[in-house]
């Protein structure tokens, strides 16, 4: 089987994640693999390496970084037989985590290399930027723009922006609709997830899968730091239905309404766009590498199944 490793070396702690990349030149050599070690040089390149790979044959792409390496790498995977393998080493780890994937390297790069079970998971898009983890606006777009400038990244790192943020909050009036239903709804964010976390265990979705070709769509009402410390408290204990802050949808296609253009994040990565968000799931289309014993989905074993056509994006 031929295997692309995709390095990216900025990603979450650089100087740790540097030293990984002698660490796998190494265990590639060491176990006779039959593949290439490619190393990222700026934003989308990951995507165009990924791309390359599976035009070479690759039948296994494994994405070293973060959120942002993992969601660059799937664009190219996406309706091929390629399957993505995971080595998580950014800040949040949200898909990582959500599929059970091991986060220290070494267990991890057995996974990816070894016999990982296939299952064919849901992807969303965005406004035609594609996500495979969460998007979201408001707020959550802020948070994600303040992010990406620092240079120490973490938890700790995270939950400092996040207060920032909140300090300059504004809410917005947005429309949503679900295909079915239509209402109005002052928000302070939008997020819409495919797996149930952003990461770090900070559950935006509790319950939401990425096999059901379903999206998950949170809104949360403004509220005052007190009750931006409950919602908090919510995300990490996997609550966050109980607040009375919160309204959840879900369904397959969104479209949301805001009053003027501004960000959006997929996967962490901020974008501009305009007043109107369509948000769409690509049911099962996206091989992954995962654990035997994930029971966060179903598992097809074909290498290759028929629904699978090389379609480069």
Known sequence: MKICFIFNPRSGRHARN??????????ISA????????????????TEL????????CLRIVAVGGDGTMNEVAQA???????????????????ALHLGLPLRAPAALELATGEGRIAAIDTGVANGKPFFNAMGL??????????????????????RTAFAAFYHRKSEHCTISTGTRREQIETLLIAV???????????IAPGARVD???????????????????????LFLASIDRSPSIRRLRGSRFLIERPAPGLIHTDGETHATGPTVEVLVRPRSLRVVLPAN??????????APAGFALQLP
């Open 31 to 46: 176990r006779g693999l039959d593949a290439s070690l490619m190393v990222t040089e700026g934003a989308g390149h990951a």
């Open 50 to 57: 990924a791309r390359e790979a599976v035009q070479r044959g």
């Open 212 to 234: 059901d070709g379903q999206l998950d769509l949170v809104a949360i009402r403004p509220v005052g730091l007190g009750g931006a410390l409950a919602l908090g408290v919510h």
């Open 138 to 159: 408001g707020l959550d777009a802020d948070v994600s723009r303040r992010f990406n400038q620092l240079t120490r990244r973490g938890l700790p790192a995270y939950a």
């Open 18 to 27: 540097a030293r990984l990349f002698p660490w796998l030149r190494e265990f």
């Open 294 to 303: 994930c029971e966060s989905v179903a598992f097809t074993d074909d290498p």
């Open 77 to 95: 995977l996406v309706h091929t037989p390629a399957a993505l393998a995971l080595i998580p080493c950014g800040s949040g780890n949200g898909l």
């Open 193 to 203: 997830a495919n797996s149930d976390q952003y990461g770090n265990r900070a559950y």
